[in-house]
């Protein structure tokens, strides 16, 4: 429960100014917003300043604004198995109540500043608790050899290494190799 002034210009800064303080009154907001940074985890995000689409509805309630919605935005990332690079986009649904005044909220609680909210923790919370952890290309993306570190998809059909025992390798030259051309 942190206290703070919004500037009323930030993108991520919404005005409850048009929906009032009386229950039951609602209001419905479409925005494109860029978006914020340092939104992801180690192998995907959603890469900063990009758009991302938001609908929104505000709802008066009791205790404060009720904020539902939806933003739709790109993530950009690789592979965790091939290293390949990884595009797609994320749908992610939201819910949070913005309490009028301190002392009706606990902490941790999101409290509008005058007729302002803050939606970016909102809606940072909500993206990156869906990304995966280890995106993949595809489904059936089949990773890098451990071998020589070469794409196993670009690969050929046949693709494998001779592997030698490490107890035996140091044998392997005492033995000449036999051409199977020449008579014994």
């Not at 009386?22 to 479409?30: D, H, K, V």
């Not at 009028?100 to 500043?113: F, N, T, V």
């Not at 970016?120 to 993206?127: I, L, Q, S, W």
């Not at 030698?164 to 044998?171: P, Q, T, V």
Request: with cysteine.
């Amino acid at each position: 429960m942190t206290l703070r002034s919004l500037d009323p210009r930030a993108p991520w800064v919404i005005s409850t100014h048009d929906l009032g303080r009386r229950p039951g009154s609602m209001l419905q907001i479409t925005r494109t917003l860029p978006a914020p940074a340092e939104i992801g985890v180690d192998m995907i995000g959603v890469p900063r300043g990009t758009d991302v689409e938001l609908e929104i509805r505000l709802e008066a309630v009791m205790e404060g604004v009720l904020v539902t919605g939806t933003a739709r935005t790109p993530l950009r990332g690789e592979c965790a198995r091939c290293l390949e690079p990884v595009i797609s986009e994320t749908e992610v649904g939201f819910q949070e109540l913005f309490f009028y005044s301190a002392e009706d909220a606990a902490e941790g609680d999101s409290i509008l500043d005058g007729e302002l909210l803050d939606l970016e923790p909102t809606f940072r919370d909500a993206v990156v608790l869906t990304l995966p952890l280890s995106p993949v290309c595809s489904e059936d993306c089949t990773g890098l050899c451990v071998e020589c570190g070469i794409r196993l998809a670009d690969a050929e059909p046949d693709h494998k290494h001779e592997v030698i025992d490490a107890r035996w390798a140091k044998l392997q030259g005492l033995i000449p190799e036999h051409n199977n051309d020449q008579e014994s």
